[in-house]
């Protein structure tokens, strides 16, 4: 068994998972657009129907804070989040990332800083998303986004940030 489980391990470590830079630039465009959905000036309504249009069906957005993960589907996180977006202003900005592609799988690593107001506000929050997507019918779909704000204790990896931010 324990064999079984060395092998496994190597195999999940190995560099070389299949990587298709045609498959990587589909999935930084999805990772950008979602991005650009989310961000906006103030009083700028966001549209919500592309980003329905890139997720799947049952996808689900969770931030993971002090309580624990908060799970919620593409309208839920529309109805906590619309309001406090359109009313600030808010811009979110990948800072760096790591793609992994495995068959129709996806998984991004994805940096970022939280802007106030315009992609040059103040810096309100950094931290990491972790984006999950599937290849349904030759298209990547978003299927999970975890994300984790950074802090003093957990800063942002080095490669990862944006420089001279934690």
Not at 65 to 84: A, C, F, H, Q, T
Not at 97 to 117: D, M, Q
Request: aromatic letters at 6%; zero cysteines; proline letters at 6%.
């Amino acid at each position: 068994m324990n064999k079984l489980i060395g092998i496994a391990a190597l195999a999940a470590t190995a560099p070389g998972l299949a990587q298709d830079s045609g498959d990587e630039a589909a999935i930084q465009a999805r990772i950008d657009a979602i991005y650009a959905v989310i961000s906006g000036p103030v009083g700028e309504q966001r549209d919500w129907d592309a980003m329905r249009s890139m997720m799947t069906e049952n996808a689900t957005l969770t931030p993971i804070g002090p309580d624990g993960p908060l799970p919620m589907n593409v309208d839920g996180y529309i109805e906590r989040s619309e309001k406090l977006l359109m009313d600030s202003g808010f811009h979110e900005l990948e800072t760096g990332n790591r793609i992994e592609i495995f068959g129709n799988l996806a998984h991004v690593w994805s940096a970022y800083e939280g802007r106030a107001a315009s992609h040059d506000g103040d810096i309100l929050v950094t931290g990491i998303n972790s984006f999950q997507l599937i290849k349904m019918d030759g298209e990547w779909k978003v299927n999970t986004i975890l994300w984790q704000p950074a802090g003093p204790d957990l800063p942002v990896p080095a490669d990862l940030a944006a420089e001279g931010v934690e």
